[in-house]
């Protein structure tokens, strides 16, 4: 059976950092298309990066201060976060599948774990 567990939220000040991760098991053969989303009570999920496939991915809002790295022999998705600002503050979860030709954050993911908080005070 298929399953993601993040790690890593925390409470930080604004212009502070954090490690994400995310632990993949249950996948047999290959290595999965892996992503980061995150939502905050009242808005939409919005996908943050993507990374497989040989490719990444990062979403225009953070773009230049997360990167989003993984370590494919043993399925561990990673997402360095630098200057955090109180907007992203939100429910960080992991995403994976093993369908797609391509791996994107539009991707469509069928795994998900069961999120990490982050909360950035100013």
């Known amino acids: 059976r298929v399953q993601l567990v993040e790690s890593g939220g925390h409470s930080v000040q604004a212009g502070g950092s954090l490690r994400l991760s995310c632990a993949a098991s249950?996948?047999?053969?290959?290595?999965?298309?892996m992503a980061w989303f995150r939502q905050h009570p009242g808005k939409e999920r919005e996908g943050v990066a993507a990374?497989?496939?040989?490719?990444?991915e990062h979403a225009a809002s953070v773009k230049g201060r997360f990167t989003i790295s993984r370590d494919s022999t043993k399925n561990t998705l990673y997402l360095e976060m630098k200057s955090l600002k109180p907007e992203d503050t939100a429910m960080y979860y992991c995403?994976?599948?093993?369908?797609?030709?391509?791996?994107?954050?539009?991707?469509?993911?069928?795994?998900w774990g069961q999120g990490t908080q982050v909360t950035v005070s100013s």
């Open positions: 990374a497989g496939y040989g490719r990444t």
């Open positions: 995403a994976a599948e093993n369908r797609a030709t391509l791996c994107e954050i539009a991707s469509d993911y069928l795994y």
């Open positions: 249950g996948f047999t053969a290959g290595s999965p298309c």
